[in-house]
């Protein structure tokens, strides 16, 4: 045996356990990589030689846009507009912020914008007490709440009978 007490740990994994962590090191080694060839360019670039790093650098990442406040009101109106009867939860809504116009929002900025716009009267819960939200209707009618039934399948107890002390 070795004295090297991390191998005699790594020993103690079976062998398929092992590859996976090989494989998750080797992942994390060119994660590395990939980060030290951005720094290097960004430091090429700070320092004033960089012509070549700058224009890969702009090749290389796609750029990304910051949420500015007031910034994703208009964008999450034209998602939610493109499926006016779907329920949407901020996250997709994030998501789709992302995908279609490069801002990087934090669900919670998108959370609050969709509130605010639900106070508007712009959005709306799909039924009391629901989440996510959908455009809000136009001519005022919109899904009935989903109500609990009073009995189930025939010879089943109701509701009623259900919590009646025996």
Known sequence: M????????????????????RGEAVATVERGQRDVRYIDMALEIKEGSGGTAQAAARTDARPKKTAK?????????????????????PSEVRDTLRDRYGIDAPSNTVRATMKRLLDEGKFARPYEGGHGFKLASTNGSGPEPPTEATSSAAGGFGRQDALAPQ
């Open 2 to 21: 070795t004295d090297d007490l991390f191998l005699q740990l790594l020993l103690r994994q079976s062998a398929q356990r092992l590859r996976e962590l």
């Open 69 to 89: 406040p007031g910034s994703t009101r208009e964008p999450i109106m034209q998602i939610v507009e493109t499926d006016p009867d779907r329920v949407w939860l």
